[in-house]
Each structure stands twice: as structure tokens, then as C-alpha cells.
Nanobody, 130 residues
């Protein structure tokens, strides 16, 4: 069973930066993807970004392109989400998710969604406010 642990959330002013981390344990495959999702109060959970272990291919939601950067450790089981130029609209609980054989890329339509991932972290709160 894959377990995910997120860290790095917090309170930041508009225009500031945060770096989220997600570490996956119990991974026994080298073909998987880890994604970041977020859920704001009263809204559905939405995809933010994801990265595929085999070739490092990535996907970003339009709302975060150019501001967020996803990357992974050499061992591939830790994924980072660098969030710059944060806006109040980025306020949400951020979750990381894991599954096998998912491919993350700009041309994948529709992009990997909530229903495509079976393992989830507990979430970390990100609040952007002055």
C-alpha cells in the first residue's frame, strides 16, 4: 500500500512563495505519476499539476501555468510543488495523489483527474492573505 505525506503549507502574503513536498512510501513500481490537487471551501477538488516518473513529463492547470513548478527527487518518490506569485485564489487544502501507469503531459486530454488516482495524502493548508 502506498502512503503519501505532504508538508510545506502555511500562510503567505499575495505575491509570495511556498514549496510543498510529497513523499510516497511503499512504491514498488517505476511507472507511476504523482499529482497535486487542491480544494477550496465550497468547491470541488481540482487538478493543479502532475509528474510522471518514467520521463519526467508534466502537466499544469491553466490557472497555475507560469507560477507553479513541479519536480521530483532523483529517487522519484518525493515530489515538490514550487508555488510563486501566489494569489488569494490559490487558497485551498492541497493534496498529493499517486497511481500507476498514468501519463502527465500537456497534450493529454482530458488531463489526469481526481478519479484517476487511488492513493491520497492527508492534505496541507495553503492560505494566501494579507
Amino acid at each position: 500500500e502506498v502512503q503519501l505525506v505532504e508538508s510545506g503549507g502555511g500562510l503567505v502574503q499575495p505575491g509570495g512563495s511556498l514549496r510543498l513536498s510529497c513523499t510516497a512510501s511503499g512504491v514498488i513500481s517505476d511507472d507511476f505519476s504523482i499529482g497535486w490537487f487542491r480544494q477550496a471551501p465550497g468547491k470541488e477538488r481540482e487538478g493543479v499539476s502532475c509528474i510522471t516518473s518514467t520521463d519526467g513529463s508534466t502537466y499544469y492547470a491553466d490557472s497555475v501555468k507560469g507560477r507553479f513548478t513541479i519536480s521530483s527527487s532523483d529517487a522519484k518518490n518525493t515530489v515538490f510543488l514550487q508555488m510563486d506569485s501566489l494569489e488569494p485564489e490559490d487558497t485551498a487544502v492541497y493534496y498529493c495523489a499517486f497511481d500507476l501507469y498514468i501519463y502527465c503531459a500537456p497534450h493529454v486530454n482530458p488531463p489526469p483527474g481526481v478519479d484517476d488516482f487511488t492513493s491520497w495524502g492527508q492534505g496541507t493548508q495553503v492560505t494566501v492573505s494579507s
